[in-house]
Structure formats: C-alpha cells, structure tokens
C-alpha cells in the first residue's frame, strides 16, 4: 500500500491508454478515484496533518472557526483524536484526493465487480494507506462526529466500513450516493465550514446523522477496474 504514491501516475496513465475513456458505468471493486461533494463542490480530500494532536488545532475566529498550525510551538485545544484528518478541497487536480473503493477483510468485493446498492465497502486513501473513518469525536469546526483516516497499509477496524446507498442495483458513476457509517450510523457530509492557515479554504468533513443534501457524492475522476485489465494482477496500490 505504501507505493500507491509511486503506482498511481502509471494507474491514471494506464486508464487512458490507447486513447480511449472508460464508457460510464458502475464503480467496480478496485478502482481508484475522487469523490464530489455535489452540494459544496468540493472533493473527498486526506493529508499527514492531524486532529487535536497539537500539530493541528482549532482557532476561533470572528468570522469562522478555523486551524492553525503554531510551528515549533504547537497549541492544543485537548479535542480530537490525534488521528490523520479529513477535508474537502476545490481542486480537482490534487493527487492526495485519490480513494480506493475495496470490500470487507472477508473478500467481500471482487476486484473489478460492480459495487451494489447496500453493499460494504472501505475507502482506502491511496498515498497514505489509511481508511476513511468516523467514531465518537467531535468534529472541531461544526461540532459533528469527525471522521478520520485511519490504519496502516489499508488495514484498520470495523469503524472503517460503510454502506453505498444508492436508488439502483449498482453504484453508477453518474449517480449521487450516500455512504453510512456501519458503526455509528452517520452519514458522511460537508456542510460548508472552512479552516484556516496552513489548510486554509478546506471544508470539514464530517458525520451527521441524517440524511440530507449535504451527505451526497459522485465518483469524478479516476480509474475504475474491470476485470480484464492487467493492473487486476496488483493486490495492493
């Protein structure tokens, strides 16, 4: 997992070889790819900065509330989790925006099937090998349940899982999901709030309870696997 920062250049490279896109369709097990948040316009975003740890802390503002990284002398705010944060950020060409959709530790999610509406699935951030995660934190800006990026070399705990929700059979790119958490039964969502230095202008990202207009996702730019393709013969980015 740890070269999926070396292997993705020849991913997005191999994806498009030959001069050909992939025909829209469903999201396949395997793929590699950013997620929209089509209500903030804002992608699914994960960076080596951390929650509450004193590296990273959180800043009232008159405006706004916002983070601010203090150098040699680190301020705390004693909440977080200490774990790799999560945001949204604008920019479509971001290379630490890339997730890879996988199944359940049981192989639950054969590389190059469709993704159904229901199923269980992780999203493992490709250049840190850490798992999309929420538990019972508070978010820092908002207040919500933060969600995280969690493990190493894709492996973390249940409080990785979530579920796609969709209206069809499968995940289809064009379409907007949901993802809900397993274990806490949140929805992932941006509701628009903004850090400030040295993340300034990326949104929170965080876990809400019900479902509205803000927890709604579409697959962007990516690869997405088939089963033909020989990149199936990588087990890991």
């Known amino acids: 997992m ?7 250049p020849l991913l997005l490279l191999c994806g498009l070889c030959g001069g050909r896109e992939l025909a829209p369709g469903a999201v ?4 590699v790819l950013k997620l929209l948040n089509t209500r903030h316009s804002v992608r699914l975003h994960s960076h080596e900065v951390k929650y509450g740890s004193g590296e990273i802390c959180a800043v009232p503002a008159a405006s706004v509330p916002f983070f601010s990284l203090e150098g040699a002398i680190p301020r705390s705010t004693g909440t977080g989790s200490g774990q790799q944060s999560v945001t949204g950020v604008e920019a479509s060409d971001d290379a630490n925006s890339y997730w890879r959709v996988r ?3 049981d192989g639950s999610c054969q590389r190059g099937t469709p993704v159904k509406c229901g199923q269980a699935i992780r999203l493992t951030h490709v250049n840190t ?3 999309l995660h929420t538990h019972h934190f508070p978010s820092p800006l908002s207040n919500n349940q933060e969600v995280s990026a969690f493990g190493d ?6 409080l990785d899982i979530w579920i796609v929700q969709c209206s069809g059979t499968h995940w289809e790119r064009e379409d907007a999901v949901r993802f809900k958490h397993v274990g806490t039964e949140v929805f992932l969502s ?3 709030e903004q850090y400030g230095h ?9 876990g809400m309870p019900t479902a509205n207009h803000h927890n ?11 089963p033909s393709m020989d990149l199936a013969k990588h087990d890991e980015l």
């Open 153 to 158: 070399d894709g492996e973390g705990d249940d």
């Open 216 to 226: 709604y996702w579409k697959a962007m730019e990516g690869v997405f696997i088939k």
């Open 129 to 131: 090998g850490k798992n």
């Open 190 to 192: 941006i509701t628009g």
């Open 28 to 31: 396949t097990c395997g793929s």
């Open 2 to 8: 740890r070269g999926g920062c070396r292997l993705l």
């Open 103 to 105: 199944g359940k530790a």
């Open 198 to 206: 040295p993340i300034r202008g990326q949104r929170e990202v965080h």
